[in-house]
């Protein structure tokens, strides 16, 4: 199949190439789902703490492992292929056939997209069957948030590709944007516990947004259109801006 | 009809022209040279033709299409290798042929295009451990994949052993006689007077001549060279004023002089007057490397 913006010579290259890179398969597909178990075997973790609510700290980290397999794709994976795609003169040679650019961009953002939901998928597999965590009880919020938070991931990875000229400069940004999309998703302390100040800050981020819809939806309650509204915000303004910026060479 | 028409073509960056009224037209099955030194602007020029540039002014057409409107079916008639382009360093060969064939609505079948490139071998190979013969073989079975009308070579052979070099032309010999519309981009003289049916000289963005490889050498000042070592030396008068002499050079002995068949006969005469005896008298056609620095000189 072939149209502008998606050919499957292209896509199927992408899964291929997407496979070939180890490092990026265990980021974004397994080591979120690592560092919940790891964090699930400490006893203390297992415990109700009063301070999220009455859930256990691994019960908080499962969409937090959910949203990280998305960041680690969309700040780590994209913006140093796409960069380097641009570098090597790769967007260029293709512009001189029939299949435009943006069919690379496409299959990047499916591929990245996939892996990003499959980790998602273990994440929430791993939580229920080793932890005994509940599964989202508002399904179709959770499924809505986990779209969106992946859609502002993407759109913030075309964005770093599009603004870095260099491998070495698409990799250099996307780890320093990594740590702060990391703390607002709550790696560190779960916007649960975050204090109310910080929390509200937090929430006007994407992936702060996107962990706060997520515990909604898990709690069995819609998730805030707020929190919808400002991962829908956060997407548009970098898709335009990722847009306004993309050079193919 | 020509399958390439440039008319006045120019374009500038940051204010400083790159190509500045560049005008050929080429034949449907020619191998037709754009020969110029470093930054002359044959690359830009070819890559307004392959619609990758946008014209500041003049006009490309590429089968009566314009390559920036009509990008999508310029693209299908013509494929192009690229001077500086890679590709994903895991792919493989067959997989890079595969994902190239998947570009065009009716690609040409790979194989007997690998075959013929000598690509066979290396088909499980990443493209990251090819050399770099083998990286320009598979560039230019890439520019052959969607079985074009024309193809566009920029210095394809630069970087290859003059074995892969000679291969390579028999190759684009053989791509001609298929049918195919060679533009060829290229600082080598040798490539060019062997491939070429006609060349474009291009020099600081102009064209400065446009003629068969013969024809450019012909119409140079020395196209004859004529040297040897006399018995007894030669008065600098008489030899200037050989008629058309274009240069004279002396060098351990040797006299070695420019110019036409006239000069030869003047020469062979004035050798009988002064009775002296040329040793390793030889006559020889100027190159079009001659041709080319006479020709690239004169528009300084």
């Known amino acids: ?249 | 009809m020509p399958v390439i028409e440039v008319t006045e073509l120019r374009k500038s960056y940051g204010g400083r022209p790159a190509v500045d009224g560049v005008s050929f037209a080429v034949e449907e099955g020619e191998i037709f040279g754009v020969l110029g030194p470093n930054g002359a602007g044959k690359t830009t020029t070819v890559e307004c033709v392959e619609g990758l540039r946008v014209p500041d002014a003049g006009r490309v057409r590429v089968t009566g299409l314009d390559p920036v409107a009509d990008h999508k079916q310029v693209t299908r008639v013509l494929g192009a290798q690229l001077q500086q382009s890679e590709l994903q360093p895991k792919l493989t060969v067959r997989e890079a042929l595969e994902l190239y064939a998947g570009f065009y609505p009716e690609p040409a079948d790979w194989r007997p295009l690998a075959e013929r490139l000598g690509l066979t071998p290396k088909l499980n190979s990443r493209f990251g451990k090819l050399s770099g013969g083998q990286k320009q073989r598979l560039s230019i079975a890439l520019a052959l994949i969607g079985d074009p009308r024309i193809v566009v070579l920029d210095e394809l052979t630069t970087g290859l052993d003059p074995r892969a070099r000679r291969e390579t032309w028999q190759l684009i010999e053989d791509v001609r006689a298929g049918g195919v519309t060679v533009l060829l981009v290229t600082h080598f003289m040798e490539e060019a007077q062997r491939l070429c049916d006609r060349i474009a000289v291009i020099d600081k963005g102009r064209v400065a001549a446009l003629d068969t490889p013969a024809g450019l050498i012909r119409r140079s000042a020395g196209a004859t060279v004529i040297s040897f070592t006399p018995s007894a030396p030669l008065d600098d008068d008489d030899l200037n004023a050989l008629p058309g002499l274009a240069s004279v050079q002396r060098k351990d002995g040797r006299v070695t002089l420019s110019g036409t068949d006239e000069t030869v006969n003047a020469v062979i005469t004035l050798l009988a007057r002064t009775r002296v005896t040329a040793h390793q008298l030889r006559v020889t056609d100027a190159t079009l490397d001659d041709a080319f620095l006479d020709l690239t000189e004169a528009t300084a």
């Open chain 1, 1 to 249: 199949m072939t149209t502008d913006v998606l050919n499957t010579a292209v896509l199927k290259t992408e899964i291929r190439l997407f496979g070939r890179e180890p490092g990026g398969v265990f980021w974004i597909m397994l080591f979120p789902t690592l560092l919940l178990a790891i964090l699930g075997s400490i006893p203390s973790f297992r415990e109700a703490d009063p301070s999220l609510g009455g859930l256990r700290p691994v019960d908080a980290y499962v969409p937090v492992a959910v949203l990280l397999g998305l960041i680690v794709g969309g700040l780590q994976g994209m913006p140093p292929t796409i960069a380097g795609y641009r570098e090597n003169g790769i967007l260029r040679r293709m512009s001189t056939t029939p299949v435009r650019p943006a069919a690379l961009l496409t299959a990047q953002m499916l591929v990245l997209g996939a892996g990003a939901l499959l980790s998602a998928l273990a994440a929430l597999a791993v939580g229920r069957l080793a932890f005994g965590v509940t599964l989202p009880r508002q399904p179709l919020g959770y499924l809505l948030a986990l779209l969106l938070a992946l859609f502002a991931s993407l759109a913030l990875g075309a964005l770093l590709s599009a603004l870095a000229r260099t491998t070495k400069i698409a990799t250099a940004i996307g780890s320093t944007a990594l740590f702060p999309a990391m703390f607002c998703a709550g790696v560190w302390l779960p916007v649960e516990a975050m204090p109310d100040v910080l929390g509200d800050v937090v929430g006007w981020t994407p992936f702060g947004a996107a962990a706060q819809a997520l515990n909604d939806a898990a709690a069995g309650d819609w998730p805030g259109w707020t929190h919808l509204g400002v991962l829908a915000v956060w997407t548009v303004l970098l898709t335009v801006a990722a847009a306004r910026w993309f050079r193919w060479e």
